[in-house]
Nanobody, 125 residues
Framework: QVQLVESGGGLVQAGGSLRLSCSAS????????MGWFRQAPGKEREFVAS????????YYGPSVKGRFAISRDNAKNAVYLQMNRLEPEDTAVYYC??????????????????WGQGTLVTVSS
């Protein structure tokens, strides 16, 4: 099983940008589709983005489409989330996830194989 560690969270003003990273170790990284999710206080976990092992297929949640970009570097065993035009509503703990299933199913799969510990993003108004 792969292990995931997120980094890059922090405090940013509305309109600013942040880049989250998720480093993977363990089993072959290219066996996995990767995704980002977030959970704000008092809210359910929300799908943010997912990417196939080859980066050929990418999906976004409706609230971030056009502002966020997911990418991966298989040589570095890493996946990234570039977040632009951040809004206070983007404040949440952001989690990286991995699953051997298709990237298209990460948004609705309730049993993803691996989760990171999360990194906090706070957007001030």
């Amino acid at each position: 099983q792969v292990q995931l560690v997120e980094s890059g969270g922090g405090l940013v003003q509305a309109g600013g940008s942040l880049r989250l990273s998720c480093s993977a170790s363990g089993r072959t990284f290219t066996n996995y589709a990767m995704g980002w999710f977030r959970q704000a206080p008092g809210k359910e976990r929300e799908f943010v983005a997912s990417i196939s092992w080859s980066a050929g297929k990418i999906y976004y949640g409706p609230s971030v489409k056009g502002r966020f970009a997911i990418s991966r570097d298989n040589a570095k065993n890493a996946v990234y989330l570039q977040m632009n035009r951040l809004e206070p509503e983007d404040t949440a703990v952001y989690y990286c996830a991995a699953d051997p299933g298709p990237a298209s199913t990460l948004a609705t799969n309730k049993h993803l194989e691996v989760w990171g510990q999360g990194t906090l993003v706070t957007v001030s108004s």
